[in-house]
């Protein structure tokens, strides 16, 4: 039988607890098992929120998260009304928010069951918003339930994390990804092995490469970047690339979801059913929308980066490896000759401040320092 935990790839040890919080919430009697506060922390990619998601399903379908009923789906797709998924647009979630937030699930459930909000970035909150989400946590008897996302648990207000329940993701093994790949999405074999080895477990990313040609080639030439820097002049043209090459990544993963969101807004404000045009409030709805697409935007552009950055960290693990004589453990299998070559001219150690540098400029970008100015300096510090 298929359940909407199946998608969570490697997270056994959760699924268990998850399952039964599930069984222990139908009996309505405040248990141990069910409590209305939790914390999904894990690595990007590990799949926190779609564990969150998963048991946001769970916890109102009528079998317990079968994935095939209305409950299920809607709660997926974010037309349940008892469910909410809140995915921050910008760089941090503001105290307004959380207000307007609390105002809106301050309502019963409409089906009489459980009334789930889902914070994929609770590590964004400032902490007047965490504040103000403590006193909802706190708030006995209710029938809301808290599912907050974190990378870790020191990204979660004190007082906020004492009042959850804990569960820590893993990052899935490699063969694990491989394996879902194959299975699920029907990627071949050999697609799937490199999608997953080059994502290093992040399995969102592995499907979106394995499956975009475009990216995988994005991919790659952000992958010889090193091989040719040599002078400031191409440190310049490096950055310059690298930050064109995310641009364009995060534009074109972006502007399919746009455009659904939008007319998936104008349906619901009527316009396919009258034909008429849309109404005023639809219009500023409309504009609404568009300014959080924005936002969204340059989160995404950022996020963009930072997965380049990645990317670019593992030619100089890579190059480690070659000069420690470890080959099998390479990521970038593909690119085995050109690093080992590279590795044979450097200086051991070199390698490792690189990678520090590199680690050093996606805390910066983190902190929302300029991107094309960081990388600029990051890539002149590392073709030294
Ligand atoms: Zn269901």
Not at 66 to 71: A, I, Q, R
């Amino acid at each position: 039988m298929s359940s909407v935990f199946d998608d969570l790839v490697g997270q056994e040890h959760i699924i268990d607890i998850l399952k039964g919080a599930v069984a222990a919430s139908r009996t309505g009697s405040d248990s141990q098992e069910m409590t209305h506060a939790w914390v999904f922390t894990g690595p990007p990619g590990s799949g926190r929120s779609s564990a969150a998601v998963a048991f946001a399903q769970a916890l109102i379908c009528p079998n317990q998260g079968c994935d095939k009923c209305n409950e299920c789906q809607s709660a997926a797709t974010g037309g349940h009304p008892d469910v909410e998924v809140i995915r921050t647009e910008g760089l941090s979630i503001k105290v307004e928010e959380i207000r307007e937030l609390l105002t809106r699930v301050a309502w019963a459930p409409s089906m009489g069951g459980w009334r789930v909000v889902v914070m994929e970035d609770a590590d964004r909150l400032t902490e007047s918003a965490a504040n103000a989400l403590l006193k909802a946590i706190e708030e006995p008897g209710t029938r809301t339930v808290w599912l907050l996302c974190a990378p870790t648990l020191h990204d979660v207000l004190p007082t906020i994390r004492s009042r959850c329940r804990h569960l820590q993701l893993r990052t899935p093994s490699i063969e694990a990804v491989t394996q879902v790949l194959i299975k699920r999405d029907n990627i071949s074999p050999t697609m799937a092995e490199f999608a997953a080895r080059v994502s290093q477990g992040h399995i969102g990313r592995a499907k979106y490469l394995a499956t975009n040609e475009s990216v995988r080639s994005n991919r790659k030439v952000v992958m010889q970047l090193p091989l040719q820097l040599g002078s400031l002049a191409a440190a310049f043209y490096a950055a310059q690339t690298l930050i064109d090459i995310a641009t364009e990544e995060a534009i074109t993963s972006s502007e399919s979801r746009d455009e659904k969101e939008i007319e998936k807004l104008q349906e619901a404000y009527g316009k396919g059913a009258t034909g008429r045009g849309m109404a005023t409030g639809a219009a500023k709805a409309v504009k609404e929308l568009e300014k959080g697409q924005k936002s969204r935007a340059t989160r995404s552009v950022r996020d963009s980066i930072d997965g380049a950055l990645l990317d670019l960290a593992t030619f100089y693990r890579d190059v480690m490896m070659a000069q420690s004589g470890v080959t099998k453990s390479m990521i970038n299998l593909d690119m085995r000759l050109e690093i080992e070559n590279f590795a044979s001219k450097r200086p051991a150690h070199s390698a490792a401040h690189k990678m520090s540098a590199i680690m050093e400029a996606r805390n910066q970008l983190a902190m929302n320092a300029a991107p094309l100015v960081t990388c600029e300096a990051l890539m002149c510090s590392i073709s030294r």
